[in-house]
């Protein structure tokens, strides 16, 4: 058995694997957007929700084109308060017998066991403005996909505020970036990718790669 955890372009798995098999793991896009913040993929909530906003429609255009049997939707929120059940279930769906020593993970790995706290996160940690960006995007998917909105105004963005909020993003991962890989080799990703000298460029890539393995769990 061959798994991949694959955030993006998940579409073209089939190309590879015909009869792939599909976990769509559901997860409240207020709390992605945030959670794109600290991962550096982002610079602020409204750009962050793009991730949840592109991994979800792409969903939906492929929902359509595959069986019933390839596929299976899991809700974030019921994996970290139900996660022996909905384990039970997904190990059923791939055809393998759940064995409760999976959850014993947290012994040997530097992973912690689900903790309910992990969900709605966004309800403490966003400030009523951040929630009214992430809605003013993405509303619709949310309650297309379950969730209820805050009920707070809706709010309707100006040219110059997305101009802003484009900058504070770019500004932001910038700012990021040079931190963690440290200045010579961000310029060294940015210039060999703007020449697309592709040995240079990888040669980057795979110093970075090891730096941003460190901060993995």
């Known amino acids: 058995m061959i798994g991949a955890t694959v955030h993006r372009h998940f579409d073209r798995l089939l190309k590879i694997w015909p009869n792939a098999r599909f976990i769509h793991l559901i997860r409240d896009g207020r709390d992605v957007a945030r959670s794109c913040i600290g991962m550096g993929w982002s610079g602020n909530v409204w750009t962050g929700v793009e991730r949840w906003l592109e991994a979800e429609s ?3 255009e492929l929902k359509p084109k595959i069986s019933a049997d390839q596929y299976t939707e899991v809700n974030y929120e019921d994996l970290i308060t139900q996660p022996a059940e909905v384990l039970t279930e997904i190990c059923q769906f791939i055809g393998l017998e759940y064995d409760k020593a999976m959850l014993n993970y947290d012994q040997d790995t530097t ?3 689900p903790d309910p706290k992990l969900i709605q996160q ?3 940690k966003l400030s009523e403005e951040e929630i ?3 809605e003013s995007r993405a509303s619709d998917l949310l309650v297309s996909r379950g969730y209820e909105l805050s009920g707070l105004p809706s709010l ?3 040219a110059s505020m997305r101009r802003n909020l484009k900058l504070q993003d770019w500004w932001f991962k910038v700012k ?3 931190e963690r890989f440290g200045l010579s080799l961000f310029l060294a990703e940015y210039i060999s990718r703007k020449l697309n000298i592709k040995a240079w460029n990888k040669k980057v890539k795979l110093k970075t790669q090891e730096i941003t393995k460190r901060y993995l769990k």
């Open 156 to 158: 309707q963005l100006t």
């Open 111 to 113: 992973y912690s066991k």
């Open 132 to 134: 009214r960006l992430v």
């Open 176 to 178: 990021f970036r040079v």
């Open 122 to 124: 966004w309800r403490k």
């Open 58 to 60: 792409l969903w939906n």
